[in-house]
């Protein structure tokens, strides 16, 4: 990242207020707070958090820890110091049936891109510093992740799997002449080009889903050749494979092909769940759309009634499997399919998806980690990010409970730094 983009005017600063980063001097010592540890063992009291560039230098006890004079501190007494927050089922440019499509029929590419960008700017103040795209379109997620990269935009770490890889007639299936994709040899070619443009991930639609018509919610839709192939030409390529999948026949399948995620699992029962448990499969809930706390945002945005009820019918079994896969112990990795912003509940989408596992039954712990440490092995970037340790990015969160003790500690997100720039404090106010 270019910091010379940040060293704006004061009242600029001022001006623009949450949205810039509020400082990116080149050393920065965070003084005084609680870091967690995330394998449970004793967090470091009165510690000291080194960042130099963008990343974490050092990290121990204040009398343990050397803070050159040019240092700029930020008091983080009475905070925890966390990871920054990762949400693996975002779409930046979601349009949801109703008012909103309406509104959106014509939106321009440029448009697209420019809400997309809005977007992405708030994604920090939600304390998240990691998303992962699992199918936006015309590319702009990818033209979005370059710029942030280029510091032409302001937003977290991207990866993307470009345009979700669609079936005709199958849920998320492009309609207007758009093309869909049949048949293995079909679809290996749209997913090299989804890889070609860019694309670190590749998204299938294995079987129906909530927000389209297309094909039941437990169906199994593609078929075992045409899961195989995807998943194997994306491998040989070095990009991974998430699925859309609600059903537990299309799971087992995709599970055997080598998947590396599950999106939603609305229906999944305790046998695929083992399966995914022994084959180290990722299961990434997005169990907020489907639960009650999410009801109010279906209606300001005025989802029909046909939509509600669907949601509704799935919202039950989808506890359930999020039950039994926490159960069972299968890999999670948190994902909200709202904006992770988004407000849901008096906090945002992603702390309710997290407050969501430990009503499923994972401990606090558990859920913070689904949030960190579990979502960067998932993008196998865990020697960059998802924990606080030397050499990583100084992507970094305080919030004023302890969140191993309260999940809720992730409603109020009190400072947020990416890359050793911070972007959100409220430290002290
Ligand atoms: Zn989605």
Same mark, same amino acid.
């Given at each position: ?24 001097? *080149? ?23 080194? /960042? ?7 990290? !121990? ?16 007494? $009475? ?145 075992? *050749? ?43 029962? *305790? ?30 945005? $005025? ?9 509704? *019918? ?76 030397? !050499? ?23 400072? /947020? ?13």
């Amino acid at each position: 990242m270019n910091k010379k983009h940040y060293q704006l005017p004061l009242i600029f600063s001022i001006l623009l207020n949450l949205f810039v980063p509020l400082a990116s001097a *080149e050393t920065t010592a965070i003084v005084g707070g609680t870091v967690v540890d995330l394998e449970g063992k004793s967090p470091i009291s009165d510690a000291v958090i080194l /960042v130099e560039g963008d990343k974490i230098t050092a990290i !121990g006890k204040a009398d343990d820890v050397n803070i050159p004079a040019n240092a700029e501190r930020i008091d983080a007494s $009475g905070n925890w110091l966390i990871p920054g927050l990762m949400n693996m089922h975002v779409h930046l440019g979601l349009i949801l049936p109703g008012k909103m499509k309406a509104q959106l029929a014509n939106e321009s590419e440029a448009a697209l891109a420019l809400r997309m960008a809005d977007a992405a700017r708030n994604v920090l103040q939600a304390g998240v510093t990691t998303i992962r795209l699992p199918g936006d379109t015309a590319h702009a997620d990818i033209a979005l992740d370059r710029a942030i990269k280029k510091g032409q935009a302001i937003g977290p770490r991207i990866y993307s799997a470009g345009e979700a890889v669609t079936i005709t007639g199958g849920h998320g299936s492009k309609k207007n002449g758009k093309a869909n994709f049949d048949g293995p040899y079909e679809l290996v070619k749209e997913a090299r080009s989804q890889i070609m443009a860019g694309a670190k991930w590749v998204k299938i639609l294995i079987s129906g889903g909530i927000a389209t018509d297309g094909g039941g919610l437990a169906a199994a839709l593609m078929t075992p *050749e045409e899961i195989n192939a995807v998943v194997d030409a994306a491998h040989r390529f070095g990009a991974k494979v998430a699925a859309h999948s609600g059903s537990s026949v299309a799971t087992s399948i995709a599970v055997d092909a080598g998947i590396d995620s599950i999106e939603h699992g609305y229906f999944l029962d *305790e046998k695929t769940l083992r399966k995914m448990k022994k084959h180290g499969t990722y299961l990434v809930p997005t169990i907020v759309v489907s639960q009650p706390a999410t009801e109010p945002f279906f209606k300001k945005i $005025g989802s029909p009634a046909w939509y509600l009820k669907r949601r509704n *019918e799935a919202g039950k079994a989808h506890f359930q499997a999020l039950k039994t896969a926490i159960k069972v112990g299968v890999n999670i990795a948190l994902g909200t399919d709202q904006l992770p912003h988004e407000p849901n509940d008096g906090t945002t989408a992603t702390a309710r998806e997290a407050q969501y596992y430990v009503e499923a039954g994972m401990t606090p712990l558990q859920a913070l980690r689904s949030a960190t440490i579990e979502t960067a092995k998932l993008l196998g970037a865990e020697d960059q990010i998802g924990s606080l340790e030397v !050499g990583k990015f100084a992507d970094i969160v305080a919030v004023d409970m302890d969140p191993t003790e309260d999940i809720k500690a992730l409603r109020n997100i009190q400072l /947020v730094m990416k890359g050793g720039a911070v972007y959100r404090n409220k430290l002290g106010q």
